[in-house]
């Protein structure tokens, strides 16, 4: 009687505490949204002397372009060295520049041709980032939520 009693417990044990260990990844249909604005395109607005302005010619480029990113948003990356990729987030709809100074990089390793250290979608508001977010803390994918002009991090 004692072994079922506690076996029972532990199994009891087992079963509450699995959903704290099996915990699944964000997926891009999680976090929907109208995709296809087709309007008229706003200019990006610049301030000189911040970091976005040191990338003004670049940032001009990605407003011409059709959204790929959350509804309205271009989100375009370059390189900033090896491993490295710099990115901006522009609104066409506003000409709102969200421009973040931690790259990613260091990926790390061999990797497939089609490996994107950022990735995202015209229909959801998800970013996963792979690798170091400004060269430090934990190598890995990283999910976020654009929300509201800000990056909010997912558990």
């Known amino acids: 009687m004692r072994c079922l009693t506690v076996c029972l417990i532990g199994g009891i044990t087992?079963?509450?505490?699995?959903?704290?260990?099996?915990?699944?990844?964000?997926?891009?249909?999680?976090?929907?949204?109208?995709?296809?604005?087709?309007g008229r395109r706003l200019p990006p607005k610049l301030v000189p002397h911040t970091a976005a302005w040191r990338f003004r010619t670049r940032i001009r480029e990605v407003a011409?372009?059709?959204?790929?990113?959350?509804?309205?948003?271009?989100?375009?990356?370059?390189?900033?060295?090896?491993?490295?990729?710099s990115y901006v987030i522009v609104d066409v709809t506003s000409g709102h520049v969200y421009f973040n100074e931690v790259s990613v990089c260091c990926w790390g390793g061999t990797?497939?041709?089609?490996?994107?250290?950022?990735?995202?979608?015209?229909?959801?508001?998800?970013?996963?980032?792979?690798?170091?977010?400004?060269?430090?803390?934990?190598?890995?994918?990283?999910y976020y939520k654009f929300h509201s002009g800000r990056l909010l991090a997912l558990p």
Do not use: K, M
Not at 19 to 28: A, V
Not at 64 to 85: D, I, K, M, S
Not at 115 to 133: E, K, N, V, Y
């Open 64 to 85: 011409q372009q059709r959204p790929n990113f959350a509804g309205h948003y271009v989100l375009a990356t370059w390189g900033c060295g090896a491993e490295c990729l």
């Open 14 to 38: 087992t079963v509450t505490s699995f959903p704290h260990w099996h915990q699944s990844t964000p997926d891009f249909a999680a976090y929907p949204v109208p995709a296809g604005y087709t």
């Open 111 to 142: 990797v497939p041709d089609s490996f994107q250290p950022i990735r995202f979608r015209l229909t959801s508001q998800l970013i996963i980032f792979q690798g170091l977010l400004g060269e430090e803390g934990r190598q890995g994918p990283h």
